[in-house]
């Protein structure tokens, strides 16, 4: 049985999920089952993601690196914090996996057009 901590945690990070816009939200759902092609949707065709640095172009990389270092490991991202930055929307929160040093904070910053994430930096 989950504490009342516990509960109320989960849905403190399930509201914030919920006031994301619409391919943020389906991204860091899609996260949380470890939804390879969920995880893709949102993003536009030719998004752009940096990995700390690495950097992945379109579709094809993003599934690869989504299938390497996403699922293999289990890592999923619970965003905790939320703000925008001129055009840039910000997450920060702990990822959970079977990676070393999990977990690890990262900041995942978002950027949007027409109705699709566009590109996504992911730093410490």
Request: no cysteine.
């Amino acid at each position: 049985m989950r504490t009342s901590a516990h509960a109320d945690q989960g849905s403190d990070a399930d509201a914030l999920v919920r006031s994301l816009p619409k391919p943020v939200a389906d991204y860091i759902q899609a996260n949380a089952r470890l939804d390879v092609d969920g995880m893709l949707k949102p993003f536009a065709s030719d998004a752009v993601l940096y990995d700390i640095g690495r950097r992945y172009e379109g579709h094809a990389e993003l599934r690869n690196l989504f299938e390497k270092e996403v699922v293999a490991v289990k890592a999923i991202f619970t965003p905790e914090r939320v703000r925008w930055e001129q055009v840039k929307l910000v997450l920060e929160g702990p990822a959970h996996g079977d990676f070393k040093g999990s977990p690890i904070r990262f900041i995942y910053g978002f950027t949007l057009e027409n109705d699709a994430i566009r590109t996504l930096e992911i730093t410490l």
